[in-house]
């Protein structure tokens, strides 16, 4: 979405960026009626040579021109995600082999460039809203949560590359089988593999992810922050949650699966790793039996609370007479919730 507008921009593997606009008619406050007549694709944008641009990032007016361009280097990856800073004079971008870079938009330049604990795709990104009584040093931070790795989210300062907090979801599979050490404060253990010397082929550009792409990992695909801090998250295993920033413990479900045998009475454990607060999502009865994710599938389909019934993939907020949350998954479910 264009902040402040009813157009909506949408990018498509094919290297072509569409603009659309929402037509509607709002009619006044208190009992809002509002009206959709329509959705115009006004403007298309094609980005020549798609295949050629992986790991660039355009900037491009409204008019058909672009106003500047940023490359990152191959062995980086493509740029999976992006998320912009309120001032919008920064932004931090992901890509799929984990490397986050905060730019500065003023200058046109990388400010700062980390690589994520263990080398995975970067999923989704989101600011970190503050409270609005916090001081005017915190509130300019580039503070960003970032979904990455299984199952966890984190939290970045991404002026230097720290973390601050993860956030843990309880995974399918039994206790014992979930690592102490959460993803984003794992010590990478990939080794740089040799070059194959019999091939000319460029090892930045790692031609075997071609045969062989890395398998994609379950966990969190959507977020939305909240003002104050807090975060709205959805993913693989069809919830969506909130969790509570500065009270871990009232972190809580909001809709998902209702699995046989497996209650919904989770609680969430705040501990230290590394000098980092670390949120687990902990299930009060140990699972007696391994779940796998064809379960969880089987248990939506026939789940009469009209949860998913695949990978909720978007988040979003709308303020009408009153607040609502909107989600849309794999499933091609779009849901409205209160």
């Given at each position: 979405?264009?902040?402040?507008?009813?157009?909506?921009?949408?990018?498509?593997?094919?290297?072509?960026?569409?603009?659309?606009?929402?037509?509607?008619?709002?009619?006044?406050?208190?009992?809002?009626?509002?009206?959709?007549?329509?959705?115009?694709?006004?403007?298309?944008?094609?980005?020549?040579?798609?295949?050629?641009?992986?790991?660039?990032?355009?900037?491009?007016?409204?008019?058909?021109?672009?106003s500047?361009?940023?490359?990152?280097?191959?062995?980086?990856?493509?740029?999976?995600?992006?998320?912009?800073?309120?001032?919008?004079?920064?932004?931090?971008?992901?890509?799929?082999?984990?490397?986050?870079?905060?730019?500065?938009?003023?200058?046109?330049?990388?400010?700062?460039?980390?690589?994520?604990?263990?080398?995975?795709?970067i999923?989704?990104?989101?600011?970190?809203?503050?409270?609005?009584?916090?001081?005017?040093?915190?509130a300019?931070?580039?503070?960003?949560?970032?979904?990455?790795?299984?199952?966890?989210?984190?939290?970045?300062?991404?002026?230097?590359?720290?973390?601050?907090?993860?956030?843990?979801?309880?995974?399918?599979?039994?206790?014992?089988?979930?690592?102490?050490?959460?993803?984003?404060?794992?010590?990478?253990?990939?080794?740089?593999?040799?070059?194959?010397?019999?091939?000319?082929?460029?090892?930045?550009?790692?031609?075997?992810?071609?045969?062989?792409?890395?398998?994609?990992?379950?966990?969190?695909?959507?977020?939305?922050?909240?003002?104050?801090?807090?975060?709205?998250?959805?993913?693989?295993?069809?919830?969506?949650r909130r969790?509570?920033?500065y009270?871990p413990?009232?972190?809580?479900?909001i809709?998902?699966?209702?699995?046989?045998?497996?209650?919904?009475?989770?609680?969430?454990?705040?501990?230290?790793?590394?000098?980092?607060?670390?949120?687990?999502?902990?299930?009060?009865?140990?699972?007696?039996?391994?779940?796998?994710?064809?379960?969880?599938?089987?248990?939506?389909?026939?789940?009469?609370?009209?949860?998913?019934?695949?990978?909720?993939?978007?988040?979003?907020?709308?303020?009408?007479?009153?607040?609502?949350?909107?989600?849309?998954?794999r499933?091609?479910?779009?849901?409205?919730?209160?």
């Amino acid at each position: 979405m264009l902040r402040g507008s009813a157009q909506v921009v949408v990018g498509a593997c094919d290297g072509m960026i569409h603009m659309f606009s929402v037509d509607y008619i709002s009619r006044g406050l208190g009992n809002v009626v509002e009206k959709y007549s329509g959705v115009a694709d006004i403007k298309k944008k094609d980005i020549k040579e798609a295949p050629k641009i992986v790991g660039s990032i355009f900037g491009i007016q409204e008019v058909n021109t672009n106003s500047w361009t940023l490359r990152a280097t191959p062995e980086e990856g493509y740029v999976s995600s992006l998320v912009t800073g309120p001032c919008e004079n920064w932004f931090v971008s992901g890509s799929s082999r984990g490397v986050l870079t905060l730019w500065d938009m003023r200058f046109l330049i990388p400010v700062n460039s980390w690589q994520y604990s263990a080398v995975c795709p970067i999923e989704k990104m989101c600011l970190f809203l503050p409270p609005p009584n916090a001081s005017a040093s915190a509130a300019a931070r580039p503070l960003v949560y970032v979904a990455a790795g299984c199952n966890e989210v984190s939290l970045w300062n991404a002026e230097n590359g720290s973390c601050h907090q993860v956030l843990r979801v309880a995974s399918y599979e039994s206790d014992a089988e979930t690592s102490e050490v959460p993803w984003a404060l794992a010590r990478s253990s990939s080794k740089n593999s040799k070059p194959d010397l019999r091939r000319n082929v460029n090892p930045h550009y790692r031609v075997d992810e071609l045969n062989e792409p890395p398998p994609r990992l379950p966990g969190i695909r959507s977020l939305l922050p909240l003002p104050g801090g807090d975060l709205l998250t959805g993913g693989t295993d069809l919830k969506i949650r909130r969790w509570d920033h500065y009270s871990p413990d009232r972190s809580y479900s909001i809709c998902g699966p209702n699995l046989k045998g497996v209650g919904n009475d989770d609680f969430y454990a705040t501990r230290s790793s590394f000098g980092v607060q670390v949120v687990q999502e902990t299930k009060r009865r140990p699972l007696t039996s391994k779940l796998t994710a064809k379960a969880v599938l089987a248990a939506a389909a026939t789940d009469s609370a009209g949860c998913h019934r695949d990978s909720i993939l978007s988040l979003a907020s709308v303020k009408l007479n009153q607040r609502h949350l909107i989600s849309s998954g794999r499933d091609g479910a779009i849901k409205v919730w209160k």
